[in-house]
Nanobody, 120 residues
């Protein structure tokens, strides 16, 4: 099982980044996919979830209207489009998969994280 995040980096306030998470080793189409973030000295928080059916839930209030989560089931990729970035968005962003299968039962997987830094 692998969740490989990419797309992080450094950007000025007001800028944009698109994070990608490429999944392998499990049934991506059946999994709810989420993005979490963890800022220095703070607890990891849920940013947004997109269900296996494409429904968007659990969007963090502070990112509503600025971030968009989407998925491409054909490519096994989940995206987080981040616009109008603020310094408070600085964090390590993690991809997360949750689901159930006959082979494994319930499962939850994490990616290794990608750093996003918003600074002037």
């Amino acid at each position: 099982v692998q969740l490989a995040e990419s797309g992080g980096g450094s950007v000025q306030p007001g800028g944009s980044l698109r994070l990608s998470c490429t999944a392998s080793g499990f049934s991506f189409n059946s999994a709810d996919m989420s993005w979490y973030r963890e800022a220095p000295g703070k607890a990891r928080e849920l940013v947004a979830t997109i269900t296996s059916e494409g429904g968007i839930t659990n969007m963090l209030d502070s990112v509503k209207g600025r971030f968009t989560i989407s998925r491409d089931n054909a490519a096994n990729v989940v995206y987080l489009q981040m616009n109008s970035l603020k310094p408070d968005d600085t964090a390590v962003y993690f991809c997360h998969a949750r689901g159930w299968s006959w082979a494994t039962g319930g499962y939850a997987y994490w990616g290794q994280g990608t750093q996003v830094t918003v600074s002037s």
